[in-house]
């Protein structure tokens, strides 16, 4: 047997970027740790969803009036139940609870983090067998140790994050997780039950000839955005177009090959939808937070979306989002 390996699971790749700063206490390795945790069980249960009776709604509807399925709660609370267990989580806001949580047990209350979560996004994509997932992110809390969280805690600008990822149940199950270092991915190697470095440093390409978006929207679209939708399909050498569409309306799947294979996807608002239909806090910042540590730009059309204050838990917003030139195209024509 070959004692050299090479694999590096999560945790240890996490723990050899903490040794990097003498200061850091390791808190969010551990919470990187059990975030990895809980996807490892929603991704046991994504993996078996055709077979049992938890395919298929529940009958509940979440806070956006949207009907839940049963996996979706599913992964809401093995979430929550891991992070209230986590040494390192003062509590949580989750896309499918109406309030945040606020662990109040006294270790918790001394706890330093806040994690934010949309436990299982692109949901209506589990009866079809499509890549569906998990988006997170990691602030440090601004309310006073020693006491419960508060919502101001959750109400933070995306520039604070210190740490924001996905895992995607595809045909494999990855997790991809930002810091200020750098963008890497694990990939879940099922013998070992372990999420292994497979994608070190990614950076998303300047540029790339795959636009995102659900075109279907195109009658409700304003003419900035048609214009734009027309310069995609436009025929020019110089600038690789006609780009190709592609669009599985589910962000993770979108986003992943959008970092990968660079790209632009697009949730804009429209004439049913004033902000669009995605979250700040659960999809837009940590996507974005995510695609600007790889090089990317995401924007609302007039700012970095990491750069808005949030004023409510479930808010939405228009994003942009990508590769950075093609980014600064779709601005050039919005304005
Ligand atoms: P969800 O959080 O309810 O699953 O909705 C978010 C999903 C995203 O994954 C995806 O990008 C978008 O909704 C697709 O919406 P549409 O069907 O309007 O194109
Ligand atoms: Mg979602």
Known sequence: ????????????????????????????????????????????????????DILGAQGAVNVQGEEQMKLDVFADEVLINVLKNSSDCAGIASEENDHFVAFDDEHSKNSKYVVLFDPLDGSSNIDVNASIGTIFCIYKRVSPLGQVCTEADF???????????????GSSTMLVYATRLGVNGFTLEPSIGEFCLSHKDMKCPEKGKIYSINQGNWSKYDDHIRNYLNFCMESDQETSRPYSHRYIGSMVADMHRTLI?????????????????????????????????????????????????????????????????????????LS
């Open 1 to 52: 047997m070959n004692p050299n390996r090479n694999l590096v699971t999560l945790d240890e790749f996490t723990i050899m970027q903490t040794r990097q700063f003498s200061q850091a206490t390791g808190e969010l390795s551990t919470l990187l740790r059990d975030i990895g945790l809980a996807c490892k069980f929603i991704n046991k249960q994504v993996n078996k969803a055709g077979l049992a």
């Open 155 to 169: 109400l933070q600008k995306g520039r604070n994050i210190m740490a924001a990822g996905y895992v995607i149940y």
């Open 261 to 333: 294979k660079g790209g632009i996807f697009l949730y804009p608002a429209d004439k049913s939808n004033a902000n669009g239909k995605l979250r700040l806090l659960y999809e837009c910042n940590p996507m974005s937070y995510l695609i600007e540590m790889a090089g990317g730009m995401s924007t609302n059309g007039h700012d970095s979306i990491l750069n808005l204050q949030p004023t409510e838990l479930h808010q939405r917003v228009p994003v942009f989002i990508g590769s950075k030139q093609m980014v600064e195209q779709l601005q050039s024509m």
